[in-house]
């Protein structure tokens, strides 16, 4: 224990044989095979049988998307909205097998009480899946999905539990592929790095993963320096860090904001406090800095034009998004909340593409939770378009040397902010999966 106070923080890193920690004072491990076996004994006490969710007929297959809305902290109101305009979009063309879609959604408020509320909802509706969420408390849903047997397609990658969790399949590889591609590809080019991040037991395993990178391109560890996960202004944080990046006058030195949805606030206090040292670089990682951020914060004219973004899929621009910008031209009716800039709802486009593509592989049988996870860990190999690498998930990934046993996409893109807009800085995807394996995670 290090004394410190628990702060929430955008990823929550956990070891597959540690239980996730919950907020305040209560602790709920994440359900192991063995949990789930004892659960479907005391079938009464757990409320259903794992795998009998959904059925097979007529009627509409249903399914459940959540994410936060209208709250102080991170917000994500484009992913629930897409996942209904998808569902017009599939029951227009037919539906799934001739089946309707059904989409409830939900919003988890950021809160951990909430987070299990949804998770209720959907055992109680029938939900045979989760799909393209985002959730920051795995500890609070995790066990009620397991319980079912529902699976969790495409979540964000919040959580360090959603690439252990059985029951889980991650479309991308969350903020540890981000943080090893960015250090990876930033090192040849780089003097010192100051990689700036919360003051928080979740913050301090994202250092190990940007190393790992680093190392790999040959390059000293990043200066890790902590900031205050609940601060307002940054900019005692941002001249320290500009004093560490700028000790080489030999090379620009790099400085990598990691603070979540505070990144923001730190650039701008960063962008004034740069005037009085040499120049540097700059570079964050997409799930802190999308295009939607980049627009907000003033475009070309903002704090991040030239830096260095990694990110899960290609820009927003890159014609292979077109399937998914059809959806939102048919269907969202003009709804502000649905962006095709948005990482959010791509994600969601890429978990309902797997979902559709796992029902329709059934054909006529019976559309259940049973029948997707069944489908899944058989070893059915998903196309997406070029958006991901195939996907294909089973019981020991890539990483599980590091204990993310679920993640099955190591692959980011390098992009930068030109004329206030994300593009490609190199073409094509960067595979991350040896770096990771060397990172030093103990």
């Given amino acids: 224990m290090t004394g410190r106070r628990r702060i929430r923080s955008t990823f929550h890193p956990t070891r597959t044989n540690r239980p996730v ?37 007529d009627g509409p297959i249903t399914v459940m998307t959540w994410a936060p809305q209208d709250t102080s902290a991170t917000n994500k109101p484009g992913m629930p909205a897409f996942a209904r305009a998808y569902a017009r979009y599939i029951n227009a063309h037919g539906g799934l097998n001739g089946r309707k879609l059904k989409v409830l959604t939900c919003n988890d408020h950021n809160d951990s009480v909430a987070a299990a509320t949804c998770a209720r909802e959907a055992v109680n509706n029938n939900a045979v899946a989760v799909v393209g969420s985002y959730s920051q408390y795995a500890e609070s ?53 100051t990689l700036v991040r919360p003051d ?16 790999a391109g040959g390059h000293t560890a990043a200066d890790d320096q902590r900031a205050a996960d609940d601060i307002t202004e940054y900019s005692q944080p941002s001249q320290k860090a500009l004093g560490t990046a700028t000790g080489d006058t030999a090379k620009k030195g790099c400085v990598i904001p990691t603070l979540g949805d505070r990144t923001s606030t730190f650039m701008d206090s960063f962008q004034r406090a740069r005037t009085d040292f040499p120049a540097v670089k700059t570079a964050a990682t997409l799930d802190s800095v999308d295009q939607t951020v980049i627009n907000e914060s003033g475009a070309a004219r903002g704090p991040y034009e030239g830096s260095y973004i990694t990110g899960w899929y290609p820009p927003a621009s890159d014609p292979r998004w077109a399937p998914m910008k059809k959806v939102i031209s048919e269907q969202a009716f003009g709804d502000n909340r649905i962006d095709a800039a948005d990482v959010g709802v ?14 329709r592989s059934l054909g006529g049988g019976d559309v259940t939770s049973d029948a997707i996870r069944h489908a899944l860990d058989g070893g059915l190999r998903i196309t997406t378009g070029g958006l991901t690498p195939t996907l294909r998930w089973n019981s020991q990934g890539p990483l599980a040397v590091i204990g993310l046993t679920r993640i099955v996409n190591t692959d980011v893109t390098l992009q930068v902010v030109r004329q206030g807009q994300l593009v490609a800085a190199r073409k094509g995807f960067v595979d991350v999966t040896r770096p990771l394996q060397g990172a030093d995670v103990d």
Avoid at 142 to 163: K, R, V
């Fill in 200 to 215: 928080t037991i979740a913050g301090d395993e994202l250092p190990p993963m940007l190393d790992a990178g680093l190392k």
């Fill in 346 to 359: 791509q994600t969601t486009w890429i978990a309902y593409t797997v979902f559709t593509k796992v029902v």
């Fill in 21 to 57: 920690r919950a907020s305040g004072a209560s602790r709920v491990p994440i359900r192991t095979a063995a949990g789930l076996a004892l659960c479907a004994s005391l079938a009464v006490g757990c409320g259903v049988i794992p795998g009998t969710q959904g059925g097979s007929g």
């Fill in 141 to 193: 849903y995790l066990p009620d999905l397991e319980a079912a047997g529902i699976p969790y397609i495409g979540g964000y990658g919040a959580t360090a539990a959603e690439f252990t969790s059985p029951l889980s399949y991650p479309v991308n590889g969350g903020q540890p592929a981000l943080l090893a591609g960015l250090g990876k590809e930033l090192a040849p080019d780089c003097g010192p790095v």
